[in-house]
């Protein structure tokens, strides 16, 4: 369960304001899959950023139960001078897992041979990606938080990323960010779209993409 208590995030810029959320008052139900719609530049990953906790809201809170991802294939958090083994070790530490089995699994999936333990500088940013999704998908959360994801490598690997993210989707939730309303009905069994600072949160995702693909007509 995510729920925003009061929640308001204004930005103040060169005597301009921008306001992300007013007074939200939504809850995300346990064990859903929510879309997270709206157009360019609504807010949807700074609001992302303060489920994850990483930002912080003007005023009022959110609530959560269970445990809540990074955005998944986040990589900005890896440190360039270790190797891709000691950077799984690193996170393994702070979100207390079993620091062998997930090399172990990231190893496995992301397919990374003798680059995995070498440093992250000399990675490709296709290589920082895979490392960076199996990392996320190695750590198990109630709830992932899913920003514009794409799959990267062959056919084979992409097809082995969505299986695993589908995966992980069936004993957990998640809310995704995805201009692919393709990738939405397929991902998402709920709907959460963002308009001028408001949420309104729909049960059936095909109403969430109405209501959002109206907003869009609306505005062009």
Not at 36 to 45: D, I, T
Not at 76 to 81: A, R
Not at 97 to 125: C, Q
């Amino acid at each position: 369960m995510i729920r925003f208590e009061h929640l308001s995030k204004t930005f103040s810029l060169e005597g301009k304001r921008k306001v992300v959320a007013e007074d939200i008052n939504v809850t995300f139900p346990t064990g859903r899959a929510v879309a997270l719609l709206g157009r360019n530049g609504a807010g949807k990953s700074t609001l992302l950023k303060m489920i994850a906790g990483t930002t912080q809201p003007t005023s009022g809170r959110i609530v959560s139960t269970g445990t809540i991802s990074w955005p998944v294939g986040f990589a900005g958090s890896f440190h360039p001078e270790l190797s891709g083994a000691q950077n799984c070790r690193f996170i393994g530490r702070i979100y207390g897992v079993d620091t062998d089995e997930l090399i172990a699994f990231v190893r496995e999936f992301a397919e990374l041979g003798v680059h995995f333990n070498l440093p992250l500088k000399t990675y490709s940013s296709g290589m920082r990606s895979r490392l960076a999704f199996g990392v996320s998908m190695g750590v198990a959360f109630d709830t992932y938080l899913v920003d514009e994801i794409t799959a990267v490598g062959d056919q084979a690997f992409k097809a082995r990323s969505d299986r695993l993210f589908k995966q992980r989707m069936q004993t957990a939730g998640a809310v995704v960010v995805s201009h692919s309303m393709g990738q939405i009905r397929e991902l998402c069994d709920a709907a959460a779209v963002l308009e001028n600072g408001k949420l309104l949160y729909f049960e059936d995702v095909g109403e969430g993409i109405k209501r959002h693909e109206h907003n869009m007509k609306r505005g062009a």
